[in-house]
Nanobody
């Protein structure tokens, strides 16, 4: 069992940065691929980024490549999403997710093993 708690959301202006954190509980954290999804108002939840259990593999949706960086700390059971050059279209609730499937499958998936409750990111223009 893995429990996920996100933090770090807030209101920022376009061009600014935020770092989201996801605290995971459970002794098997390092066995899970981890990642982030987001859901904007009136839209379906979409994949944002994922990182392999070792941290050596990452995957991003095209719209955030070069601006967002995902990382993890398997000692602290933490996953991070550094978001730079934020745009109004990044406004969404961001969800942390854990799953044992390879991160290559994540962009086409939405039914992850575990989800956090989400943290709201609002980017004003």
């Amino acid at each position: 069992q893995v429990q996920l708690v996100e933090s770090g959301g807030g209101l920022v202006q376009a061009g600014e940065s935020l770092r989201l954190s996801c605290a995971a509980s459970g002794r098997t954290f390092s066995r899970y691929e981890m990642g982030w999804f987001r859901q904007a108002p009136g839209k379906e939840r979409e994949f944002v980024a994922a990182i392999s259990w070792s941290g050596r593999g990452t995957s991003y949706v095209d719209s955030v490549k070069g601006r967002f960086t995902i990382s993890r700390d398997n000692v602290k059971n933490m996953v991070y999403l550094q978001m730079n050059s934020l745009k109004p279209e990044d406004t969404a609730v961001y969800y942390c997710a854990a799953d044992q499937r390879p991160i290559s499958t994540w962009p086409q998936s939405n039914g992850m093993d575990y989800w956090g409750k989400g943290t709201l990111v609002t980017v004003s223009s």
